[in-house]
């Protein structure tokens, strides 16, 4: 048999898959009808049951997936439908002033609950953040770029649209770091960083995967949408490159899926390998292809007609001043 905590655990657990993304409403519809179904349960089972344990359950929801607000609130409620379900059920003290005091002990227990979870769920939210922020640049690390790369292809296959991946290299930072050192080397990084997270649009995702790599997903951008959007970010790219006078050009490879790709870790591979021929091929350049892989199951083709599958991506294009 299950011990409490352990009880305590799968019931939060089963809470956090339930309510974990759901809309503010959802949350307080939930915490609101909970309370009023402990209090129900505490007027029914009259005085000698007490149920004021329970009341942590709505608090501690409205806490954790709605803010401190909400959490106070319904530590509120909670106190004073206690208050009002043990007033019904004939609850007698020898003092009034009792009933106002256990009220509010229950009501300062319920705020307790609701401080420590506000701050425990801000700690972690922060902790989240900073694992998935790379410290120089403040764009997402490749770890996050991963998640999120993955969460998109599972989106859509859901929702049928194409994606594009973009890999962008720095061509001749190694010169500035050995020149300048590697002070004007992350102040480098940081420009490409603000240009690129400044030229994207709002669903787009900029990461840094290490050194002088970075990448980019474009949700809902087909090939020909890529070849309009990428020539313009390199041009601002180069602008902000010449206005501090360094010698930085960039090598772009970039790799649109029509459907979702059955494994993410093979796109990436092509859109890597992609930037490496626009590398082999004398720098500074875009290269651009389509996913020719397996798409996921569910997958349907959107936008761009999916040419025959292979090996590597098809090749549809290159760009270069």
């Known amino acids: 048999m299950a011990s409490i905590p352990e009880l305590t655990e799968r019931l939060f657990a089963a809470l956090d898959a339930r309510l974990d993304g759901a809309e503010e409403p959802v949350v307080w519809a939930v915490s609101l009808v909970t309370i009023g179904l402990i209090g129900v349960l505490d007027y029914v089972t009259g005085v000698d049951a007490s149920f004021a344990l329970f009341y942590l359950v709505p608090v501690s929801m409205a806490a954790w997936w709605i803010g401190g607000g909400a959490g106070f609130a319904c530590s509120v409620l909670s106190a004073a439908t206690w208050f009002l379900a043990n007033d ?4 007698q003290y020898t003092s009034g002033f009792l009933s106002i005091w256990n009220t509010g002990i229950r009501l300062a227990f319920f705020l ?12 972690l939210t922060r902790e ?51 020149r300048y050192g590697h002070r004007v080397g992350d102040k480098v990084l940081q420009v490409v960083a603000q240009t690129l997270r400044a030229g994207v649009r ?3 995702t900029v990461a840094r995967l290490g050194g002088d790599e ?42 649109t899926c029509p459907t979702a790709p059955a494994a993410l870790s093979d796109a990436v591979s092509e859109a890597d390998e992609l930037m490496y021929e626009v590398k082999r091929s004398g720098r500074d350049a875009i290269r651009y292809g389509v996913y020719a892989g397996p798409a996921r199951l569910g997958d349907a083709s959107v936008g761009i007609p999916t040419p025959e599958k292979g090996n590597g991506p098809a090749v549809t294009s290159a760009a270069g001043t």
Not at 128 to 146: K, M, P
Request: hydrophobic letters at 45%.
């Open 128 to 178: 989240q953040s900073i694992s998935r922020i790379d410290y120089l640049t403040g764009a997402f690390n490749v770890r996050a770029f991963h998640e999120i790369a993955e969460a998109e292809c599972l989106r859509a296959t859901r929702y049928p649209q194409p994606l594009t991946l973009a890999y962008i290299d720095l061509d001749g930072f190694k010169n500035i770091n050995d």
């Open 214 to 255: 970075f990448a980019l997903l474009l949700p809902q951008t087909d090939s020909v949408s890529a070849q309009i959007f990428l020539p313009r970010l390199r041009d601002e790219l180069l602008t902000a490159m010449r206005r501090n006078s360094w010698r930085v050009t960039f090598s772009i490879g970039a790799l």
């Open 202 to 204: 709002r669903p787009d």
């Open 88 to 91: 019904l059920a004939g609850a």
């Open 112 to 123: 307790v609950t609701t401080l420590l979870l506000v701050r425990v769920h801000n700690m």
